[in-house]
C-alpha cells in the first residue's frame, strides 16, 4: 500500500509558473483514500464515524483556506435526523435440551426497526399470532405467562376470526401486548414459510422501547426451534386457524439475545459547507452550489465496515479538489461558489433536505452540480437534468470545452436517488452525475479505494469544473420566476382537460417534445347533422387511420390502461386519451357503448342530460341507458347538473362518474361522492381567478380528500394563459404545503383511477 501511496501523492506545488492549475485526479484520489480506510468506520451520519467523516472534509477546507460557510462562521450546519443505528457485535443463539447453536444474522434472523437492546438469555414463549384481545374472546396470551420471557408469534392472524378481531391483530397491538405483559422482546416468524424473506413487521417509532428488542427469524430458525419438542407449527396453526382456538405454551426452548440497538428521534448531525464568495457587487449574492454525500453506511451488525469509496467519498473527493483547485488559482468568480459535503444521504436525502428548506441563499440559488458514485465506469460521464434546467444546460452545451463535451452524456433528470432532489423541489436547476457503466460493490463491504480509477474523477473534475467558472461567471439573470411551480409543472403528471378534436390535437401538438402536458383528453370528430347509426358509422370510420395518425404524431402516444402515463412522458411524449363529446352516437341504442369503448373511446362528456331525468329519479329512459353505459366501461363525465340530478346519479349509478362543476356541491352530495367513489372536477375557468379557485379546492379537498378530486381546466394548457393561471394555482398549492402525492391526484390520477373503476 505504501508504494501505491508515494505513486498517487498529490503534487500540490506542482509547476508554479504555470498560470492555472488543473484538476488533480491524483489529489482527489488521496480524499478518498483518506475517508474509506477501516478507520473510518464507514462515515454513518449520527455515528461517531460520521463525525470522523465530517471532521476530514472540513480540515481539509481549512488547510486550503476557503471560507467556511456553515453556522456561526464554522464548516458545519448542525441539524438533526431521526437516527436507527445497531452496534457491530449480535448474537443470537437457539439453546434446546440437547444442543446450543448460533445463527448468522441476515441469513438467518433480524433487528425489526424501532428495536431496542437486550442482553439476556430467556425461554421462548409460543404464543400463535400474538394477539391479545379478551374483549374479543380471542387472547394467544391466556395461561402463558411472559413476563422475563421471549414472545415468538406469527405475522398475520387467524382467517377465521380476521374480521372479528379488526384492528387487534395489528402488529402494533401484538407488540404493545407483549411489552405490556412484561416481556424481554419478541421474536416474530412467518406462519408458512417461503412467504418471502427478510419482510418487515411494520412496527412503529411511538414503540420503540430501549430494553425490548424485536426480531424476526427465517423458517429454518423456527424449525430449529421445534427440533425436539413433540409439536409443530404446521399442526398448532391448523389448531389455531381450523378452530379459532390459542394453543399456546412455554417451549423449554431459550434464547440467547444480545444486541445493543437504539432509535434517536433527534441525532445531532452535520453538512460540510465552504465557500468562495462572488467578485462581482451584484451577482456575489447568487450562488453555485456544487457537492456530494460524505456519509455512508457504517458497520453491519456483523462488523463488516462499508467504506463506501465510490458511494460517495468519491463525489465529496471532487467537490473538494475543485475547491482546492479553484483556491490555488485564486478564482474570482462573479457568483458565490458553495462547496458541500451533505449528511445522512444514505438514511433519505436528510442533509441536502435540511440545506434546502433552511439555506435562505436556495431562492438565489442558479444551479446545483451533484455527484454521486463518480469513481469507476466506462468514461462516459452523464449529466442529468436537463429537462428541468434547459436554460442552464444551453449555456453549457454552448460553453463548455469540445474536449469535455465528448463524453458528457447529457439526460432528463429528475428527483430520485440522490442530494440534487431536494434542490429540484425547491426549483433549483439540478443536474445528478453519476458515472456511467456497472457500479462494483454497490451498498456492499468491498466498496474500497482499489475500485477508484483516477482517470475517470479526472474526466468528472474537469467537466464540474469547467461547468463551474461557466455558471459562476456568466452575466445575465438565471433565476426563472416561479420556478419551484414550474418544478411541479413539470414533475407532476398533468391532464389537460381543453377537450380537443383529436385532428387538432396532432397538428398543433403532434410535434411537442417534452411538453409539460402529460395526458391530453381529445375527443373524436363528429359530424354535426348526424346521430344514431349513422353518427357510430361515421366515428368507426373515423378511428379507422388511428394508428397512421398517431404514428405521424412524434410527440403523442395514445393512452393505454397498462402503460403509464410518466413512461410517455420520460420519453418525452404526451398520452392522448380518446373520448366522445356527448352521446348522440349512442342513445337510441345504449348497448353501443360497448362497442365504442371496444374502439378505444374511454369516455363521453355530456352537456345535455335532461333526458335522463324523470320525477325525482331516473327517466324511463335513464334506466335503461345508464345500466348499459355501467357495463360497457364508458366513464361518463357531466357538465351542469342540478344538485337533484347529481344526488339520482350518486344513487342509481352502479359504476363512478364524473361531475364537473364550478362551485362546491353541498356537504351531502360531497359525502355520497366519497362514499361512493365518484369524482368531482372542479373547473377552473378560463378567467376565474387563480387564489380564488384554490380555496374552492382546498375546501374540496378537505371534504373529499384529493383521491376523489380533479383540476379541470378550460383554458388549453399548451398556451401561455393557461400556463400562468396554473402556475399560480399551484403556487397556492405549495403555500399550503401539499404533498407530491395530492399533485398526483389533482393533476392526473383521480381521474385515470376513476376510470379504472368505470370500467372494471
Ligand atoms: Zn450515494
Known sequence: MLAVFLLFSPSFTKDKKATKITFDEKAAWTYIRDMSTDEMRGRQSGQPSGVMGEEYVASKFKEWGLEPAGDDGTYFQNFTIEHRHVAEGVKFEIITARERRDFYYGDSWRIQRYSGSGHFSAEIVFAGYGIHAPEKKYDDYAGVDVKGKVVMFATGSPQKLAKELGDAANTEKKIEAAQKLGALGIIAFQPSPGTGRFYGIGVRKE?????????????????????????????????????????????????????????????????????????????????????????????????????????????????????????????????????????????????????????????????????????????????????????????????????????????????????HSPFLQKGVPAFAIMTEGHHFKYHRPGDDIDLIKPEILKRVGDLVYAAVQ??????????????????????????????????????????????????????????????????RADIINNLFDLPERMKKAKGLSLYAPNRSISMNSRQGKTTVMLGLKGVDSFRDN?????????????????????????????????????????????????????????????????????????????????????????????????????????????????????????????????????????LKVISEMVKEKYESM???????????????????
Open 207 to 419: 414503540q420503540y422501547d430501549p430494553d425490548f428488542v424485536i426480531l424476526s427469524i427465517e423458517s429454518h430458525v423456527t424449525d430449529f426451534i421445534f427440533k425436539d419438542l413433540k409439536t409443530e407449527t404446521s399442526y398448532l396453526f391448523s389448531e389455531i386457524d381450523g378452530k379459532g382456538e390459542p394453543q399456546s405454551f412455554a417451549t423449554g426452548v431459550r434464547a440467547f439475545v444480545s444486541i445493543n440497538s437504539i432509535f434517536d428521534e433527534k441525532r445531532a448531525t452535520r453538512n460540510v459547507l465552504a465557500r468562495i464568495t462572488g467578485s462581482d457587487k451584484k451577482l456575489k449574492d447568487e450562488y453555485v452550489v456544487i457537492g456530494g454525500h460524505m456519509d455512508h453506511l457504517g458497520v453491519s451488525p456483523m462488523g463488516d465496515v462499508y467504506n463506501g469509496a465510490n458511494d460517495n467519498a468519491s463525489g465529496t473527493a471532487v467537490a473538494m479538489e475543485i475547491a482546492r483547485v479553484m483556491k490555488l488559482n485564486n478564482a474570482k468568480p462573479k457568483r458565490t461558489v458553495v462547496f458541500a459535503g451533505w449528511a445522512g444521504e444514505e438514511q433519505g436525502l436528510l442533509g441536502s433536505r435540511y440545506y434546502a428548506e433552511h439555506s435562505p441563499s436556495i431562492e438565489k440559488t442558479i444551479a446545483y452540480i451533484n455527484m454521486d458514485m463518480v469513481g469507476h465506469g466506462s468514461g462516459n460521464v452523464p449529466f442529468r437534468g436537463e429537462y428541468y434546467g434547459p436554460h442552464i444546460w444551453e449555456l453549457l452545451e454552448k460553453k463548455l470545452p469540445k474536449e469535455i463535451m465528448e463524453y458528457v452524456k447529457p439526460g432528463r433528470g429528475g428527483p430520485g436517488g440522490s442530494d
Open 470 to 535: 461557466i455558471l459562476a461567471s456568466e452575466p445575465g439573470d438565471f433565476i426563472e420566476p416561479m420556478r419551484q411551480e414550474a418544478y411541479y409543472l413539470k414533475y407532476e403528471d398533468l391532464t389537460n382537460f381543453k377537450f380537443e378534436p383529436l385532428a387538432h390535437v396532432v397538428k398543433a401538438h403532434g410535434d411537442a417534445k417534452d411538453s409539460h402536458v402529460d395526458l391530453q383528453v381529445a375527443v373524436v370528430e363528429e359530424k354535426e347533422e348526424l346521430s344514431g347509426a349513422e353518427l
Open 742 to 760: 395530492d399533485f398526483f391526484y389533482l393533476f392526473s390520477s383521480t381521474f385515470t383511477g376513476v376510470l379504472r373503476r368505470a370500467g372494471s
Open 590 to 726: 345504449p348497448k353501443w357503448a360497448k362497442i365504442l369503448v371496444e374502439q378505444g373511446l374511454h369516455f363521453a362528456v355530456v352537456e345535455d342530460s335532461s333526458f335522463l331525468f324523470g320525477d325525482g329519479g331516473l327517466s324511463e329512459e335513464g334506466k335503461t341507458f345508464i345500466p348499459a353505459v355501467n357495463s360497457s366501461g364508458l366513464l361518463l363525465l357531466f357538465k351542469g347538473l342540478a344538485a337533484a340530478q347529481t344526488k339520482v346519479l350518486l344513487e342509481e349509478s352502479k359504476k363512478p362518474m364524473v361531475f364537473l362543476e364550478r362551485k362546491l356541491p353541498d356537504k351531502e352530495i360531497l359525502e355520497l361522492i366519497k362514499e361512493k367513489e365518484f369524482v368531482l372536477g372542479l373547473i377552473l375557468g378560463a378567467d376565474e381567478d387563480p387564489a380564488a379557485y384554490f380555496k374552492k379546492l382546498n375546501d374540496a379537498k378537505e371534504a373529499i380528500g384529493s383521491r376523489y378530486l380533479m383540476i379541470v381546466n378550460e383554458n388549453c394548457l399548451w398556451g401561455s394563459t393557461g400556463k400562468d393561471q396554473m
